[in-house]
């Protein structure tokens, strides 16, 4: 059976939840016995491996922007895949949607994973929400099989519109330290930093996380990872913030993001908008003790497994309170790695997935 995988960036994973999952999934795939064609943008790997573990590699390019990137890379792979003559065409994103009528005249089986409500990022212009509203409308009109990462999603889509999906959340990955002389480089030491893990954006709250870490008195660090793509005053902003604790790595996504975020004193997850979050689920299978944004996209995932803040006083406090006790952030960390392993199973995700790619190759 040959699978088309669309709309991310590429692989191997170098953004998002997407690209990890995309990554995942393909793989996975291959192993058994599937034949997948994975589209990614050009400019994002210069390398331009033919395959990676197995899975079809093909690169095509896109229109830089922050509107047209997604939306013309997509609609490049997606007449692409058509002569490839998959089986099933995996589509990411429901701002995708629209570019899946060709597909759907041709008879091809089309699944969608459609994120999260991608309507309520503040990056987004009036435009740019009313148009995702559209795409969750088209999304149920013209895919075969809609996915979703989260089980608040799901009762989203039922609720509006009528629509029943399938709940695949995304896997964890458990990592143990394995090289500490990693955090040298970073002029980083083990257990001395709280650590943000994170594209750099408004709605994941780093500028809170900040306002909180620097009325709290004591000499571990903050650490963010990550950046925007694209020209942001918001990020800006945050890097002219002057506090010798708070640092600020740049993107990273080598096994060198992994050692930093398992040898943290602490993991602070910003995240408001979104499903199942993939950098709250590394930090899940890292171990490590993790204080949320309270939403209820992270009390899904976290459950009584983390702490919770409200607010910039209410974070500072919660701060605090694991600096003084670190009895509970021992505990904390073997509660939410049970919690992992039972429910975020790389494993069990791409099983899922299998299962819906033979529904409809039976159909």
Not at 38 to 49: A, D, H, M, Q, S
Not at 189 to 207: A, H, L, M, T
Request: with cysteine; aromatic share 16%; hydrophobic share 35%.
């Amino acid at each position: 059976m040959k699978i088309a995988i669309v709309g991310t960036r590429g692989i191997p994973a170098r953004y998002g939840g997407f690209e990890a999952c995309a990554e995942k999934l393909s793989i996975g795939l291959v192993k058994k016995g599937y034949k997948v064609y994975v589209f990614c943008r050009k400019y994002l790997y210069p390398e331009r491996l033919k395959e990676y573990k197995g899975v079809n590699l093909i690169y095509l390019p896109s229109l830089k922007g922050k509107f047209t990137d997604t939306f013309s890379h997509t609609f490049l792979s997606i007449i692409f895949s058509l002569f490839k003559n998959p089986d099933i065409i995996f589509v990411f994103n429901s701002a995708n949607s629209p570019l899946c009528i060709l597909p759907k005249i041709l008879r091809k089986k089309i699944v969608i994973n459609v994120d999260g409500l991608e309507w309520k990022r503040k990056k987004w212009n009036w435009f740019g929400k009313i148009y995702y509203k559209f795409c969750e409308f088209f999304s149920c009109f013209i895919s075969d099989e809609i996915i979703t990462d989260s089980k608040i999603i799901q009762n989203y889509y039922k609720i509006k519109f009528g629509k029943q999906t399938t709940y695949i959340p995304y896997g964890a990955d458990f990592f143990i330290s394995k090289n500490k002389d990693v955090l040298e480089k970073y002029g980083l030491k083990e257990y001395q930093y709280f650590f943000n893990g994170s594209r750099i954006e408004p709605e994941n709250n780093q500028d809170l996380i900040i306002k909180a870490f620097s009325l709290v008195k004591t000499e571990k660090n903050m650490v963010f990872v990550g950046k925007t793509y694209y020209r942001s005053k918001y990020f800006e902003k945050l890097k002219k913030i002057k506090d010798e604790r708070i640092k600020f790595l740049g993107p990273i996504y080598s096994s060198d993001y992994d050692e930093i975020m398992a040898t943290c004193y602490a993991y602070i997850h910003g995240n408001e908008v979104g499903g199942t979050n993939p950098a709250l689920l590394k930090a899940m299978g890292s171990r490590r003790c993790i204080l949320a944004i309270d939403v209820p996209f992270n009390r899904e995932v976290l459950d009584d497994c983390g702490i919770y803040f409200k607010d910039v006083n209410d974070l500072k406090e919660k701060i605090e309170f694991l600096i003084k006790n670190q009895e509970i952030v021992k505990e904390l960390e073997e509660k939410v790695k049970k919690r992992a392993e039972k429910l975020y199973r790389w494993e069990n995700v791409i099983d899922d997935y299998e299962r819906i790619l033979l529904k409809w190759a039976k159909k």
